[in-house]
């Protein structure tokens, strides 16, 4: 009976992530509101807005449950979350944390050089 017990334990733990990449292949309901500004993968619109794709769902969690509580403060975030059921953030963690991140990576092709803005008299450097 022990061993049934730890087979059925040990199926459980490798069938749990499986189900989790699973669940996270269909976005939640809710990322269409995140979308707006942070992409509906992830990869925010405007650079004012933080990419969300490969963030650790930890990380998303705990700043969803901040905002919402209000320990963290931004206007819109703080109205966002509000809303949010713990499942909802789960969801939405999930989600954004199996989107791949945007990758910048420079070219090794190309020499790098430094952009030198003018002074005020229109000089470089």
Request: proline share 10%; with cysteine.
């Amino acid at each position: 009976m022990k061993r049934l017990s730890l087979i059925a334990a040990l199926a459980a733990c490798i069938a749990l992530p499986a189900f989790a990449a699973n669940n996270a292949a269909k976005p939640p309901a809710k990322v269409a509101v995140c979308g707006a500004c942070h992409g509906t993968n992830g990869i925010a619109r405007l650079p004012m807005y933080p990419d969300l794709a490969g963030q650790y769902d930890t990380y998303i969690k705990r700043a969803l449950h901040d905002y919402k509580d209000g320990l963290r403060k931004n206007p819109i975030m703080n109205a966002q979350a509000a809303g949010l059921s713990d499942q909802d953030i789960n969801e939405l963690a999930a989600w954004f944390s199996s989107r791949p991140p945007k990758v910048y990576t420079p070219s090794v092709t190309e020499p790098f050089t430094p952009k030198v803005e003018p002074d005020s008299a229109g000089k470089s450097g």
